[in-house]
């Protein structure tokens, strides 16, 4: 994007879309995904197709780890992308450790905010199919404000980790990672804390 919008408006027109899906953003992006330029560039023509289309266009965007609460400062890239769209929804685990996720609205230019709802995927026939089950009073915020103290807590474990397998003196890059996942440490939070140390 935003290359490419005309073959994807031609492709809209060929098959009568409704709605088109780009997952996940920033693997679609020409130009800087930190730069609001960029973004704009991208964004603004999608925005522009739709209304010629009448297709909904969603964007699958992903969180930062920055560790702030607020839902709108936790979009990976540049804010510009919650700053563009018409309306943001978050996708989260149900804080308690159920099979629960929780869609929270955090964002609307059109209306108010909708109530957060409670889903959890199942299995229907051999496909994938979403189960709504409730309304829930998780906000956005308050969801990654759970996840940003979740994500510290796994960063500190890792730096703990880190520093008990570094501990008798240097070790092999690869036998250490062996060891952080054998203690159970995932190798994206691995990096993180070999970066904060």
């Known amino acids: 994007l935003p290359t490419d919008i005309p073959l ?12 088109i899906v780009i997952d996940p953003l920033m693997q679609f992006i020409e130009g800087h ?12 023509p999608l925005a522009t197709l739709a209304r010629r ?20 400062y936790r979009s990976a890239g540049t804010i510009g ?17 159920s099979d629960q996720s929780v869609l929270a609205h955090f964002k609307s230019n059109l209306g108010p905010l909708a109530r957060s709802l409670s889903f959890r995927t199942i ?16 906000s956005a915020d308050e969801l990654t404000a759970l996840m940003a103290s979740k994500e510290g807590s796994a960063l500190n474990e890792a730096i703990r980790v880190l520093f008990a ?3 008798e003196g240097k070790l092999d890059a690869r036998t250490a ?10 190798s994206s939070t691995l990096k993180r804390a070999k970066s904060a140390l």
């Open 8 to 19: 994807i408006e031609r492709e809209v027109g060929n098959v009568q879309a409704r709605m």
């Open 33 to 44: 995904a930190n730069s609001d330029q960029s973004m704009r560039k991208a964004i603004g």
């Open 53 to 72: 289309t009448g297709a909904a266009v969603i964007l699958v965007h992903h969180l930062n780890k920055s560790g702030s609460g607020s839902a709108l």
């Open 81 to 97: 992308i919650v700053g563009l769209v018409r309306s943001a929804l978050l996708a989260a685990k149900l804080p308690g450790g």
């Open 123 to 138: 299995n229907q026939g051999g496909d994938p199919v979403i189960q709504w089950i409730s309304e829930v009073e998780y």
């Open 165 to 167: 397998i570094l501990g």
């Open 177 to 186: 990672k062996k060891l952080a996942t054998d203690a159970g440490v995932a």
